[in-house]
């Protein structure tokens, strides 16, 4: 992608919200270095070791005091990546399961198809090590998603996106926890601008599946979600 985007590679700001990832976003780091020269990490208040080594990495590092949540933490990052001068976003988790060469994907669908958000699927790409109790658990996400905002998708809570500058600004996330991954999608449909998923791998591990969402969590949050929707 490098080869691709050449000094384009500026414009693009990679968005990683961490939380207590000291034993993996070294390895993110190190591989999405290999291409993107803006990564801004989030360290949304880990009581490890994340912060340190992620500033042992030519990033950008912003901090939260407190845990927020993972959706306070990417609203800092593209607050922070717009005032820079960002002209494409990416958010990328921080526990390794994205597979950075997927960044360089959506960006090309972004552009080659002059959409302003490309939504990463595993459902259209590939999984490696996924339960079929979390492939049911997504599945039935994807329901409740789509009740909450019309939007037909394959996957939506897959944290690796891609977007214009103007998409981005117009998230304005406040749903700070889990939740923003239905928001962002709400968001989408909202706006009236042109999207569209694209096939990306996810990898799953004991470490990531542990620290992971919970099945009966995840389902409680989409039914307060559909409530919340109803009610307004």
């Known amino acids: 992608m490098t080869r691709e985007y050449g000094d384009r590679s500026a414009e693009v700001w990679i968005v990683i919200p961490a939380y207590n990832e000291a034993t993996r976003i070294e390895v993110v780091l190190a591989e999405l270095l290999l291409s993107w020269k803006r990564i801004v990490v989030i360290d949304d208040g880990s009581s490890d070791e994340t912060a340190r080594i992620a500033s042992m990495y030519p990033v950008w590092l912003l901090r939260h005091g407190t845990n927020l949540g993972q959706g306070a933490a990417i609203q800092t990052g593209i607050e922070f990546a717009l005032a820079r001068g960002a002209r494409y976003i990416v958010t990328f988790d921080a526990d390794g399961q994205h597979d950075p060469a997927d960044v360089g994907r959506l960006l ?50 897959n944290g690796l996106r891609a977007m214009t500058a103007r998409g981005a600004a117009t998230l304005q996330l406040v749903q700070n926890g889990m939740e923003h991954a239905s928001e962002i999608v709400d968001r989408i449909s909202t706006s009236g601008l042109p999207f569209a998923e694209a096939g990306v791998t996810v990898r799953y591990t004991p470490e990531t599946l542990e620290k992971g969402q919970r099945s009966g969590a995840a389902l409680g949050l989409a039914a307060r979600l559909l409530i919340e929707k109803l009610l307004r």
């Open 108 to 157: 090309t669908r972004l552009e080659a198809r002059n959409l302003d958000f490309v939504l990463g699927s595993r459902f259209l790409g590939a999984t490696e090590g996924m339960p079929l109790t979390r492939a049911l658990t997504l599945r039935v996400g994807v329901l409740f998603t789509r009740l909450l905002s019309g939007v037909r998708l394959t996957d939506a809570h």
